[in-house]
């Protein structure tokens, strides 16, 4: 019985290497380095032009299923504009990405301007009038449930052909794997967090209604600030996502501190001052614990739960930083945790008005709070009242 090997060839085809043994470069291997999701977004994507030249852009857009909302997250397209960022909108709303979502299905649309736009969907028109002509989307899932969708998007129409549809598809789920990764971590640091707190029995009067409320706030003011701090999408998601973190550390203060009645003595608010720090060291042993010390962002979530209560001038805690030396996100979380502090009840207060805490923090801003925050969050009154309504105190609360 004869066996021909590939290797060694008495006279190799020209387009084959001269050597039988030879080192390659792996034109994806940035995909596989400790790098920004975006930065292996922007190299998976000039490594599809190569081939296909005419994906002119490439985006990813998050699902949160609690409240039903897809929110733009990452894009790459090269093209010196960016045709939709800062949006969402609910899935339900959407008649054919709800399709995707239910079958599970990619969708070609070789014809932008063939196709029927929804008549509410301000992105179909966006990305209609940035003179797109073709699309293909598709479903990012992962053990049965919906993370985003992907978007392949051509100046160019009838370009998504079977050969080009294969090579996405490939590279499309690779993508989807990477993205599906990051958002896991953090649905794991965040669960992690949600266990700790309830083995700990934490009485404090911080619910789950007030971290979802403060958390949308800080979305909020976080899109309105995004030009002065060059913010993008990517952002936008950690920080919503960290925000409700920020007082971990109160699992290490005694109950009968975080829930006095009464004023607290100067040793008593020394200890509670202590959370910062604490929850600090929570957040980097978590991380540690769960093999994701290189969680993207992660940065953003040790500032947030050390610097949020930091003040511009210099007589907030545990630093007294001042100024720009704040983290912009602690900035954000700042605002964000005090309104909802002040129009929630505490055990030692009742629940202020609306408009006494929008004039308090008026008062101190530029003092002890970013001034821009602050205006962010009064610009935004009604989203503010819909917020609240959706996200009640219960009973318990």
């Not at 504009?81 to 990619?106: C, D, G, M, N, Q």
């Not at 925050?373 to 009973?395: G, K, M, T, Y």
Request: hydrophobic residues 40%; charged residues 25%; glycine residues 4%.
């Amino acid at each position: 019985m004869s066996v021909t090997t590939a290797f060694p060839l008495a006279n190799p085809p020209m387009h084959l290497h001269e050597e039988p043994v030879f080192s390659h470069e792996d034109g994806l291997d940035l995909l596989h380095q400790a790098l920004p999701l975006q930065e292996k977004l922007e190299s998976l994507h000039a490594h599809i032009r190569r081939d296909l030249p005419f994906v002119d852009r490439i985006a990813v857009a998050a699902y949160e299923p609690l409240t039903d909302n897809l929110k733009t997250f990452l894009h790459s397209s090269g093209l010196g504009e960016v045709p939709l960022s800062f949006y969402e909108s609910k899935l339900s709303a959407s008649h054919s990405l709800s399709e995707i979502a239910a079958t599970r299905r990619p969708r070609v649309i070789n014809d932008i301007d063939a196709y029927p736009v929804e008549p509410v969907k301000e992105h179909a028109r966006r990305i209609r009038s940035s003179g797109f002509g073709a699309s293909y989307t598709m479903p990012v899932c992962h053990n049965g449930a919906l993370y985003g969708f992907l978007f392949f998007n051509s100046r160019q129409k009838w370009v998504f052909d079977a050969r080009a549809l294969h090579h996405l598809n490939m590279l499309g789920h690779h993508l989807s794997l990477m993205v599906v990764n990051e958002l896991a971590c953090l649905r794991t640091l965040m669960a992690s967090v949600r266990t700790v707190t309830q083995i700990a029995q934490v009485r404090d009067f911080e619910t789950g209604a007030h971290l979802e409320r403060m958390a949308h706030y800080s979305r909020i003011i976080a899109q309105e600030v995004a030009p002065r701090f060059k913010l993008d999408d990517a952002f936008i998601e950690y920080l919503y996502l960290f925000a409700p973190l920020h007082d971990i550390g109160k699992v290490a203060v005694p109950d009968s501190l975080l829930l006095k009645p009464g004023k607290l003595e100067p040793e008593e608010f020394a200890r509670i001052q202590e959370h910062t720090v604490k929850g600090l060291q929570i957040v980097d042993a978590m991380l540690d614990n769960f093999g994701i010390q290189g969680m993207q962002r992660s940065d953003m979530l040790r500032n947030i739960v050390l610097h949020h209560h930091e003040s511009l001038d210099g007589s907030g805690y545990p630093y007294r930083l001042e100024g720009d030396a704040i983290p912009v996100e602690a900035r954000i979380v700042a605002v964000a945790d005090v309104f909802d502090a002040l129009t929630s009840e505490r055990p030692y207060k009742n629940a202020w008005s609306n408009q006494e805490a929008f004039n308090m923090l008026a008062e101190l801003a530029g003092r002890k709070f970013d001034h821009d925050c602050v205006d962010a969050l009064l610009r935004n009154r009604a989203e503010i009242e819909r917020i609240q309504s959706q996200f009640a105190e219960d009973l318990l609360g």
